[in-house]
């Protein structure tokens, strides 16, 4: 550990950033790779997973190796947060062997409580509260296809997530604009609403789909039972009838593409039809997700904290 670095930093959400950072990560993601060189090359970054996910897993330890450093996968049962050892001392140990921590866990509490210990970056790969890289993988592939976030109009269809926080501060940072539509009791807490507007975010919501997407660039949704909200599938499967995004619905937005953060159910909040027709860019967002880290790695580089 060098302690005579700069100011830590962490990447917990989007608003841990500032709008010219935001783009200065989305630059390093696009970057040609022989223009950085293995700058983490001896070097470890801990991924530490309290939940299983595929393109999560995948895309950050890829990324670390585009780098040169060496990825360590860590499941909850060999760190045991709060159970063997406390988040405090998890990071203090790790930050012994690795020159960042990334995490994706159950409480957003916990990615709090490590960074607080702040030794290395600690970089949020998913928590219940929010999605970062999610969201910067997001606005990734909307400027491979608009070219800009600028002026770009998204249509969230579904619940106001964490994935939908984390997305309407980052389209709203690169100049864009987020609209939503969700059932009854699914949208923002007056907490999150507080948050998003001191980020600037002017969320505009409607109670239709229809009405959401008319004026949409891109029309996004996601799973309406999110993992650990199984014990919620039937009610909400009948609270989010009608929400669905599928070739009827596309015809509301006739010149937009769709996203999904994935993993998506097919005849649930999207067809198949739609998913996988040739407006859909969820490969895109899915293969930017390795970018996206790639890009936050780089960025902490380039402020003397990694």
Known sequence: MNLARAKMRHLLEIDDVVRQELEQICQFAVADRSSFGPLLQGRGVAAIFEKPSSRTRNSTEMAIVDLGGHPVYITDAEVGIDSRESAEDVARVLACYHAAISARVN??????????????????????????LQAIADVLTIRAEFGTVRGVTVAYIGDANNVARSLAMAVTFLGGKMVMASPPGYGFSRANRERLAMCGVELTTFNRPEEAVAEANVVYTDTW?????????????????????????????PHSIFMHCLPAHRGEEVSA??????????????ANRQAAMRGVLLWLASIGVL
Do not use: C, Y
Not at 243 to 253: E, G, H, N, P
């Open 107 to 132: 409480d957003h509490r916990v990615l709090e409580r490590m960074a607080a210990v702040d030794l290395v970056p600690i970089i949020n790969l998913l928590s219940d509260e929010a999605h970062p």
């Open 225 to 253: 039972v999110s993992m650990g909200q199984e014990d919620e599938r039937s009610d909400r499967r009948k609270a989010f009838e009608g929400f669905s995004v599928d070739d009827r619905l596309m015809t509301f937005s």
């Open 273 to 286: 039809s739609v998913i996988d027709g040739e407006r859909s860019r969820v490969w895109w967002q899915a």
